[in-house]
């Protein structure tokens, strides 16, 4: 299984982007989806996360203004980021909590993307 992230870029102070994450391979399903990022010097932090069912939870700092969405039919998380501000600068990076088939039963586990620079300028 491989993720995929993309969408990063340099924006102004006030702008929007839109991160996709793509997850491929031999998925049986896929149960949470998330985005976090890391500052540098920071710890990784959660962002937002969705369900299977699209419920969704978000960091406090980004409330209001991301919102996570997936399209279950294509293995894909989204995460809209609308009035970014410099603190929001950082490596985004998704996960995926996925289960693959195995020769015998099946198997669960929590693949990450390599991540994408989101530059926000003041």
């Known amino acids: 299984v491989q993720l995929q992230a993309s969408g990063g870029g340099l924006v102004q102070a006030g702008g929007s982007l839109r991160l996709s994450c793509v997850a491929s391979g031999s998925i049986l399903s896929i149960n949470d989806m998330g985005w976090y990022r890391q500052a540098p010097g920071k710890q990784r932090e959660l962002v937002a996360v969705?369900?299977?069912?699209?419920?969704?939870n978000y960091a406090d700092s980004v409330k209001g203004r991301f919102t996570i969405s997936r399209d279950n039919a294509k293995n894909t998380v989204y995460l809209q980021m609308n009035s970014l501000k410099p603190e929001d600068t950082a490596v985004y990076y998704c996960?995926?909590?996925?289960?693959?088939?195995?020769?015998?039963?099946?198997?669960?586990?929590?693949?990450w993307g390599q991540g994408t620079q989101v530059t926000v300028s003041s």
């Open positions: 969705i369900s299977s069912g699209s419920s969704t």
């Open positions: 996960n995926a909590d996925v289960t693959t088939a195995q020769p015998v039963g099946t198997i669960q586990y929590v693949y």
